[in-house]
């Protein structure tokens, strides 16, 4: 039948189907066509990812302002002002709105809990195991979270606030629009685009989030969507708010020779910067379980101990954008104390349940790690001629790289805030470096550290969610073919002569599974009338092999190889050897190898024949 009587019948179908529903015939129509035009149309999902783009940089604009009220509010400086300097200002505020704000959020989630006790999926995971499927009401309640903290001068960044708002609005509204999954997966790709662009004024960094992050890949089919939505953020972004840039200098950098030497060699050290910063965070985690106090009352002791160092350090409060030309200005004592003060806040901070992320904090790390690395030089060798702007920007590049896993981000965004394509050149070897060394001596970024000790077993954004519903339940047939070990040899020919079945079960007499029985040896010519009497139990073999209904599909593969059979059944549950169905090898590849051309058809921006919704 042609394609397009195909399509014509198809959508009348579907406008059929609405009639049923109280909507007008005019509403109904509509509905069917913008969710047929999206599903089938690039260009429908290129204007969609505009207009998510477009109101995701107006939510961040609104987030920005709003949690600047609330640090204004809770310690009594004007709209805009530093943490830094609130905190010289009225130490008693320093020392307790912290403390205050981590109370709040204890008793806030532990009320929540009550009645929605799950775990909150991020957009790395949704991509990775759900097909982007993620819960707005789940996302509202990490932004709230994750405002709170900031609010309250938390050592945490926004942009997990942004980029779960951004990433749960485009979800939910793809799942309503019902569209297919890797078109879902994109729009979670443009929500978290648009959020980190809109955040930064940087629309290119903020595409490559997505890409590196979020998507967990490039594709030609993804660039427009993902551009889209971080243009239309940064633009409408603009016209609210002025994005605070993470460094100004004012000039360009002098990039020499010896210049790409020391953003190697920063890069190797700031790559085990970013480990001690991650692994700072999970140890003061377990040190919070460790004391004796209920999950509630963690932020605020947390809360507590980061005032208190702030009396000491103010500059720990917030988030931290980048690093301040001021705090650059200082001696090396002052930017060392600093940067292992905001190390320590961070950690205190996330370990006690404050709920953010490092994004910006380590934007900041970097900028001082790169100041106090230039001071060491030119004290120990003086006159060498390195420029100090350029370590400062390859600094931040290569520990937020690091931590946050996102080397092509960095260096796009350091060339976006800077405009200068020779700094972004240095950038990028201290970038490289860095993630070499995070990848090979740790292995995980910070967002997949925490995946990990989760539990969740994921290493990055990259669609796996397919072979996990792919399992032996979806595999089966349920024509099973069965007969008792108390049986003879004669019966089983008679129930089942040559060439009317492959496979046979034996069981035993209560049901349960007692091994496969080889049709090929039972009709062996050589097996004589004496053998006609054997019982069916002496026969069957590798009662061990078998599947559970939960098993994936690389499980299912991983146990034919093993087994070297054509067959295995799949048994109701760990404890009940009961047969349920069965699943044949030649049936698991073909659709293993389904799954894998629908995903290389993704990834070349091609509708794969065997495309799932």
């Avoid at 959020?195 to 595409?207: D, Q």
């Avoid at 100004?248 to 910063?277: H, M, T």
């Avoid at 991650?278 to 980061?306: C, H, I, K, S």
């Avoid at 796996?464 to 003879?488: C, F, H, N, P, Y």
Wanted: proline share 4%; glycine share 14%.
């Amino acid at each position: 039948m042609p394609d397009d009587v195909t399509g014509i019948r198809g959508a009348a179908g579907d406008a059929a189907g609405a009639l049923s529903s109280g909507r007008s015939p005019g509403g109904r129509f509509l509905g069917v066509l913008t969710r047929r035009n999206l599903r089938d149309s690039v260009l429908g999902v290129l204007m969609l990812a505009g207009g998510i783009g477009a109101a995701i940089g107006l939510a961040v604009a609104l987030l920005h302002e709003f949690v600047a009220w609330v640090q204004s509010v809770a310690f009594a400086v004007s709209h805009g002002q530093d943490l830094g300097d609130a905190a010289l200002a009225d130490p008693w505020r320093t020392l307790l709105v912290p403390a205050a704000g981590g109370l709040l959020l204890g008793l806030l989630v532990r009320l929540v809990r009550r009645w929605r006790s799950n775990d909150i999926v991020d957009p790395i995971e949704a991509n990775a195991l759900y097909g982007g499927k993620m819960s707005l009401v789940d996302s509202l309640r990490l932004t709230l979270a994750t405002l709170l903290s900031n609010g309250s001068g938390a050592s945490v960044g926004m942009e997990a606030a942004y980029t779960q708002a951004g990433a749960g609005i485009a979800s939910t509204l793809g799942q309503k629009l019902r569209l297919r999954r890797a078109d879902l997966r994109t729009l979670v790709g443009c929500g978290a685009a648009a959020a980190i662009a809109a955040a930064y004024g940087a629309p290119l960094a903020g595409a490559f989030y997505a890409f590196e992050l979020v998507m967990g890949g490039y594709t030609i089919a993804t660039l427009a969507p993902v551009g889209a939505a971080s243009v239309a953020a940064v633009a409408v972004a603009h016209w609210l708010t002025d994005p605070s840039p993470i460094l100004f200098f004012g000039r360009p950098a002098a990039v020499a020779g010896w210049d790409y030497v020391a953003c190697g060699v920063l890069g190797f050290l700031a790559g085990w910067l970013s480990i001690l910063a991650m692994q700072a965070v999970t140890v003061a985690e377990r040190g919070f379980r460790w004391l004796p106090v209920p999950a509630w009352g963690r932020p605020a002791l947390g809360g507590l101990a980061l005032g208190a160092l702030a009396l000491v350090v103010p500059q720990v409060l917030g988030a931290g954008p980048g690093a301040d030309p001021s705090q650059l200005a200082q001696g090396l004592e002052a930017m060392a104390v600093l940067l292992a003060a905001k190390i320590v806040a961070s950690a205190l901070s996330l370990g006690s349940g404050f709920r953010g992320g490092l994004f910006s904090a380590s934007l900041l790390l970097g900028g001082l790690f790169g100041g106090l690395a230039y001071g060491v030089v030119e004290t120990l060798v003086p006159g060498l001629g390195l420029d100090r702007m350029l370590l400062v920007l390859a600094g931040m590049g290569a520990v937020a790289a690091g931590i946050v896993g996102a080397p092509v981000t960095m260096v796009l965004l350091v060339l976006e805030a800077t405009q200068d394509f020779w700094a972004a050149s240095g950038v990028l070897i201290g970038v490289v470096v860095s993630t070499t060394v995070v990848r090979q001596a740790f292995g995980y970024s910070f967002a997949t550290w925490r995946f990990h000790l989760r539990g969740v077993p994921i290493r990055g954004a990259y669609d796996i969610g397919w072979v996990s519903e792919l399992t032996a339940m979806r595999l089966m047939r349920g024509d099973v073919k069965t007969i008792l070990t108390t049986q003879t040899l004669d019966t089983l020919r008679r129930l089942h002569p040559l060439g009317a079945a492959k496979t046979v079960f034996a069981v035993e007499p209560d049901g349960s599974y007692a091994g496969i029985i080889d049709m090929g040896a039972v009709h062996d010519p050589s097996l004589g009338e004496e053998k006609a009497q054997t019982p069916i139990g002496e026969l069957a073999r590798h009662a061990d092999a078998f599947l559970r209904p939960g098993d994936d599909v690389r499980t299912v593969l991983q146990r034919f190889c093993s087994a070297e059979v054509e067959a295995l059944p799949v048994l109701a549950s760990p404890t009940d050897r009961r047969i349920v169905g069965y699943v044949t090898e030649a049936y698991a590849l073909r659709r293993y190898s389904q799954e894998l051309e629908r995903q290389r058809g993704e990834e070349l921006g091609e509708r794969s024949l065997y495309g799932r919704d």
